[in-house]
Structures are given as structure tokens and as C-alpha cells.
């Protein structure tokens, strides 16, 4: 097929440009090298075992809540915001809350991940990162969801994406400033976070991504940590717990072939890693949300 730009000269003489390629090269590169991962879509009927009993606890996916009935609350650093029908929900990662429960209720909720740098989620360290109510909903829109055999079309996903696209927009303000920040600090990094995404394993030894930075074991770790605010191990941990849940979430894989498919050594050092990470062995984790897809 020919193309063609028949647009008319007058047209043109009287458009005034917005936004183009080369004024807004900064954003639009944030953009288009910003990945929202969307790691799944659960239904859930509330009841007592939602609450946390006073504990604070939380994962490193972010969640986005819609509550369709009932009334629940959350308390973040003292501060207890209620959830109520009709309004979406953040609940970033690597955020601990207290969850408490009042009354019966429905909930359809998206688990997510954003990333700019291979494994890197600029939400997770960012400090002002905090719950949040962040849009209305109609829930008359989001109820068919909740039915065992509907199954979303296409279109209905691509809706999805453009309102959680929507909803992040609100929940951080300053996110083209918050990826730039990531940038200055995780960037000179990329090789190692390359190398990490490669060849993830619990036995990844930090002295091989020291030697890909360039520097010794000593100074590899110290500039790790001054600019991401964490050991390279810690992160190697946080890495390996986000793909176990991502696998045991979205496949059929049986725990010993999830420890396989991450390199551990066997089922017991994968479970124990698990656990200590999440408080939940892998089966009690996959359980809990088999029940909601």
C-alpha cells in the first residue's frame, strides 16, 4: 500500500506544535523505556483472615486494590485510611502496613511491577512511596471480571493497561523525577544489573559482579550500597524473591521445577529461602492466590 500525506499547506500554516521529538526527547525516552509488568489480576472475598492482626507486612509487587463491597483499613505509620467501594487503591512495594478487617467484602486487586534498568523498580526505594487512594471506579464496570468464566478480550486487557498507566500517573506525582534519580544512581551499574539478570542464582558471587564493575570486592560493595541503598546481595535476595513469585504465580510449574528454573540446589533451599523472604512457604503463597484467579 502506498503512502501517502495528502494533508492540505493551509493545515499546516496553522497548526501549532505541543510537544515533538526533539522538545520533549527527555520525557518521551522515560516513557518508552518505562515497563509496567502486570504479574496478574485476582478476586478475593474478604473475611477475618485478611487482617494482620496488628502486624505490618507487605511484598515487592505493588498493588493496585479495587474494593467492590465491605469496608476495610489499612494503618501506615500510625495514619488509618479506609477503603471503601468505588475508589482504587496503591499499595506500593516494599512498604509494610497493618491490614484490618470490619465486614465481609469483595476485592479485585492487580499485583505489578515496574521497571526502567533490567530488574531495577524505581518505585520500590523511592522514598516517598506510600498508600494511597489514587482514582474513583465504577465497580458495576469491574464486577463481570469476578465471574470464574470470564475471560478478558483484548481490548479489555489494553483498557486495563491504559487505567493502571492512569492510576500509577496518580499515585506518584514526580515520576519522571523519581526514574531520573534512578538513573544518576543505578546507571553506571547497568553492566552488573545486566550480568544479574543473565545468570540470577543464589550462587551468583558478588566477587564476579565486582569484577564487571571494574573494582574490587570492597569498593564494588561500598559504591553499591551508598547509591541504591542496599548491599549487592540484598539485592540478589529481592531479585530472586520477586521472580519466585512471579513463577509461582503465573505458571504451572511444580515447586521443585520453580527451585530448578531459579538454580537453587533443591526444593528444601528454595523453600527456606522462600519463607524467610515472605513468612510463607511457596505452596501456602501459590495457595492463598490460586483461590482468587
Not at 467492590?68 to 516494599?94: I, K, S, Y
Not at 476485592?107 to 506510600?130: I, M, N, S, T
Request: proline share 6%; net charge positive; glycine share 6%.
Amino acid at each position: 500500500m502506498k503512502l501517502e500525506d495528502s494533508t492540505s499547506a493551509t493545515a499546516r500554516a496553522v497548526r501549532r506544535t505541543i510537544l515533538n521529538r526533539e522538545s520533549a526527547h527527555v520525557q518521551l525516552d522515560l516513557l518508552e523505556r518505562l515497563r509496567i509488568h502486570l504479574i496478574g489480576i485476582f478476586y478475593t472475598e474478604v473475611g477475618p483472615e485478611w487482617s494482620s492482626c496488628g502486624k505490618q507486612e507487605s511484598d515487592y509487587l505493588h498493588h493496585i486494590d479495587l474494593t467492590l463491597t465491605g469496608h476495610r483499613q489499612v494503618v501506615f505509620r500510625g495514619e488509618v485510611l479506609d477503603l471503601e467501594p468505588g475508589v482504587a487503591f496503591w499499595f506500593p512495594g516494599n512498604t509494610p502496613l497493618e491490614r484490618r478487617y470490619f465486614e465481609p467484602g469483595e476485592v479485585l486487586f492487580f499485583k505489578l511491577r515496574c521497571e526502567w534498568l533490567p530488574g531495577v523498580d524505581p518505585l520500590l526505594d523511592w522514598e516517598g512511596r506510600r498508600p494511597r487512594p489514587i482514582a474513583q471506579f465504577d465497580p458495576a464496570y469491574w464486577r463481570p471480571w469476578r465471574q470464574p468464566n470470564h475471560k478478558p478480550t483484548f481490548n479489555e486487557l489494553l483498557q486495563a493497561q491504559a487505567r493502571i498507566l492512569d492510576w500509577i500517573a496518580g499515585a506518584v506525582p514526580n515520576l519522571d523525577e523519581v526514574i531520573l534519580q534512578h538513573i544518576q544512581t543505578h546507571s553506571q551499574f547497568k553492566a552488573v544489573f545486566d550480568l544479574i539478570e543473565r545468570k540470577l542464582a543464589p550462587n551468583l558471587r558478588i566477587e564476579e559482579l565486582a569484577r564487571t564493575y571494574g573494582t574490587t570486592l570492597h569498593a564494588f560493595s561500598m559504591a553499591f550500597a551508598r547509591n541504591t541503598g542496599m548491599s549487592p546481595k540484598a539485592y540478589l535476595k529481592r531479585r530472586l524473591n520477586q521472580e519466585a513469585m512471579q513463577l509461582l504465580l503465573n505458571s504451572g510449574l511444580k515447586i521443585k521445577e520453580v527451585a530448578g528454573a531459579l538454580r537453587f540446589s533443591d526444593e528444601f533451599h528454595f523453600s527456606r529461602f522462600f519463607r524467610t523472604a515472605n513468612g510463607l512457604a511457596p505452596v501456602q503463597y501459590r495457595r492463598s492466590f490460586a483461590r482468587f484467579a
